[in-house]
């Protein structure tokens, strides 16, 4: 079946009598998960919540109807209403396809050239009639993973972000803990469950992205299903559980708080890193790791073979592995995974 069809998912599901239906890492299925859910009673998110998880712009109203912190924004489906929205909005503005993924299909501008290329380009990429402009707030980039069950947020775990300017800013790393001091830490609590409950997850994990400036915290957008790039192995690290078991158990109708009961009663920390090409592009001749393996060593994969095109890194498509580390603190992670990546040989020809 075709993930992204959220009516042939429902009807096959129903067909095979399916005892529950979960995702994680993307937004691809998240529609149809939540219609699948609905229309067999299964547990999982809503699919009114699943179409506004799929659209920014739907997003977007709902924060600002239920008050979340977040930036503003104009939807737009022509370069008039761009003109008219950028009257409104300080340049610079971040242009933004309200259906993509991973990056894909957002603009920063800093001129209202840019906001116009921005603009095509976007329209070019999204399914749409219709994409949104709203205000860039600069500041530090973060983020947050959660879970609700039973209309109740288990936890709020903040974790950083590492990035690379590309055409905006794409993830390529995150750690935890997050290393700020606690009011930070209560406002994204704070700011998380509200944008929550305005977009009505509910049994699900959700994955948030946020910013800071001037010492508040906004939300960028959230959705409901774990963060990609390896955020489902730091929740693991970072509270001692079976993360993706928990997850699948909830969605076969199964309780997930068995899973959360048996959490460690203290944290550790975790750091993963994409491998990535940001010199140069080319056919894949040799990847390795040269140095040794040891038990705070949990993940060193290459997703790349010989022969394989390697990409300029551009998107989160572009990575070529991932490495995930555990330590005492999370300047030991840096340090170990700093001494992983200068051990990587990769040649391109």
Same mark, same amino acid.
């Given at each position: ?5 959220p %009516? ?26 939540? /219609? ?15 179409? &506004?998880?799929? %659209?920014?712009s739907?997003?977007? /109203?709902?924060?600002? #109807? ?6 503003? @924004?104009?939807?737009?489906? +022509? ?17 933004k ?9 957002? @603009?920063?501008? /800093?001129?209202?050239?840019?906001a ?47 990035? @690379? ?17 606690? +009011? ?9 469950? +509200?944008?929550?409950?305005a ?14 400036? %001037?010492? /508040?915290?906004?939300?960028? #957008? ?8 390896? =955020?489902?192995? =730091? ?7 079976? @993360?993706?078991? &928990?997850?699948a ?8 708080l ?27 001749? %040799? ?50 995974? +700093? ?11």
């Amino acid at each position: 079946m075709n993930i992204a069809n959220p %009516d042939e998912v429902a009807k096959k599901a129903a067909k095979l009598k399916l005892d529950g239906v979960a995702t994680c890492c993307l937004d691809t299925g998240i529609s149809a998960l939540g /219609k699948t859910c609905d229309s067999l009673g299964l547990t999982g998110l809503p699919e009114k919540a699943a179409i &506004m998880c799929n %659209d920014k712009s739907k997003m977007k /109203k709902a924060f600002m #109807e239920y008050g979340v912190s977040t930036a503003q @924004y104009f939807e737009i489906s +022509n370069e008039e209403e761009l003109k008219n929205a950028l009257d409104k909005i300080k340049l610079p503005v971040i242009i933004k396809a309200t259906d993509l993924q991973g990056s894909n299909g957002i @603009y920063i501008a /800093k001129t209202e050239k840019d906001a116009y290329d921005g603009f095509h380009a976007a329209m070019k990429l999204t399914k749409r009639s219709y994409c949104i402009v709203e205000e860039f707030i600069e500041g530090w980039e973060f983020g947050a993973q959660a879970f609700v069950y039973n209309n109740e947020v288990l936890f709020v775990m903040p974790h950083g972000d590492e990035t @690379y300017m590309s055409h905006t800013a794409v993830p390529v790393g995150h750690y935890v803990p997050l290393d700020c001091d606690e +009011n930070i830490h209560k406002q994204t609590e704070e700011a998380v469950k +509200n944008a929550i409950k305005a977009l009505g997850l509910n049994n699900c994990a959700v994955n948030v992205d946020l910013i800071l400036r %001037d010492n /508040k915290v906004y939300v960028i #957008e959230l959705t409901g299903r774990v963060g990609a790039n390896c =955020l489902p192995e =730091l929740v693991e690290i970072n509270f001692g559980i079976e @993360y993706y078991k &928990m997850i699948a158990a909830m969605a076969v109708g199964e309780n997930p708080l068995e899973y959360w009961g048996k959490r460690n009663s203290k944290t550790t920390a975790g750091l993963a890193r994409m491998i990535l090409s940001t010199e140069e592009s080319g056919t894949l001749e %040799d990847i390795k790791y040269t140095g040794e393996m040891d038990e705070d060593i949990l993940e060193i994969t290459f997703f790349k073979k010989t022969g394989d095109q390697i990409r300029k890194f551009v998107f989160s498509a572009d990575c070529i592995g991932q490495i995930i580390v555990k330590g005492s603190t999370l300047d030991e992670c840096r340090a170990k995974i +700093n001494k992983i990546m200068s051990n990587i040989e990769i040649k391109l020809k």
